[in-house]
């Protein structure tokens, strides 16, 4: 592609670029002639604001490009609009905390151009600038994306700066970073002091699973066969465990006793009410009555 310089070092057309673009248009040879006047008629027209009229004559531009493909149309259209599409990209760049060099990017974004314009609707005066903020876009994720980043790590608009950033450092946010990482630190300790005191208080079975499968790594498969149960309990022990635990978390945040009772151990319950039962009178009032085994054990 062609490196042309830009009409304007801003977003819109000043008075010299006009005078300038009279004369470029003058020699778009290849430009339907419909097309053409309109695009004189635009240029002549004075009443217009500066940005409207631009984006006005790129709309034209790129049509007389996507029907007959004009090649004098499309250098005017990077002369016309190469400066603000580099402020968006370079924008974007930021915006993802990315390196990149903008004005390779900004070479890939008019590649796009220059390759899908059976893509363009002219149905708007705006609709190159709407079309070409778009493909800005989405030609920064693609690049993005050839690096690794896939544009996870987005930085919201909001909390950019409108100054130039700066490496340098200074006492005050030494200070900051340090009240920080030990603040963080302090929740980190606390939330791992509560999850311990709770997980001490689970039931062996539930211990050994969560250990088998959050420190072990071990799949539910090997845990379930290692601690003796079939897959699906193993499931509901482990769920089970980890509900208890974030919910008595969540109840001490909150201002609240803890209710982390460990799991019932149903042999232990079974042999109590066997015992019970054992020890419990027949019928009757058995009270100072002894059992026949005693009774002859005397006897004898």
């Known amino acids: 592609m062609q490196a042309l310089d830009p009409l304007s070092s801003g977003s819109v057309l000043t008075g010299a670029d006009v005078e300038r673009l009279t004369g470029r248009v003058a ?10 006047e309109r695009i004189k008629g635009l240029v002549a027209d004075r009443q217009r604001e ?13 049509e007389a490009f996507r029907t007959d ?11 016309l609009n190469s400066q603000h599409l580099l402020t968006q990209v370079a924008a974007r760049l930021r915006r993802y905390a990315s390196k990149a060099d903008p004005h390779d990017v900004l070479q890939e974004v008019f590649f ?13 005066e705006d609709a190159f600038r709407v079309w070409s903020a778009m493909i800005v876009r989405n030609t920064v994720l693609k690049h993005l994306r050839s690096q690794g980043r896939g544009g996870r790590l987005e930085v919201p608009f909001e909390d950019l700066s409108d100054q130039p950033e700066t490496d340098a450092a200074n006492p005050l946010t030494g200070v900051m970073d340090q009240e920080s990482t030990q603040e963080c630190s302090r929740v980190y300790l606390t939330y791992l002091h509560l ?6 208080m689970l039931s062996e079975r539930e211990r050994r699973a969560l250990h088998l499968v959050e420190v072990e790594g071990a799949s539910y498969k090997q845990a379930a066969e290692d601690i003796g149960i079939k897959l699906e309990n193993l499931k509901m022990v482990i769920f089970r465990a980890r509900k208890k635990i974030h919910r008595s978390m969540r109840r001490v945040f909150e201002g609240l006793s803890p209710d982390c009772r460990p799991a019932r151990n149903r ?14 009178p027949s019928g009757g009032d058995t009270r100072g009555k002894a059992s ?9």
């Open 27 to 36: 020699d778009l040879s290849d430009v339907p002639s419909e097309l053409l």
């Open 50 to 62: 500066p940005e409207s009229r631009r984006d006005s004559i790129s709309t034209l531009l790129m």
């Open 69 to 79: 493909r004009s090649k004098s149309s499309f250098g005017l259209l990077y002369e």
């Open 112 to 124: 796009n151009v220059y390759r899908y314009p059976h893509r363009f609707d002219s149905s708007r």
């Open 195 to 200: 999850y311990l005191r709770f997980y001490a």
């Open 267 to 280: 042999t232990r319950e079974r042999d109590r009410r066997r015992d019970a039962t054992e020890t419990r």
């Open 292 to 300: 026949p085994g005693k009774a002859e054990g005397e006897a004898r």
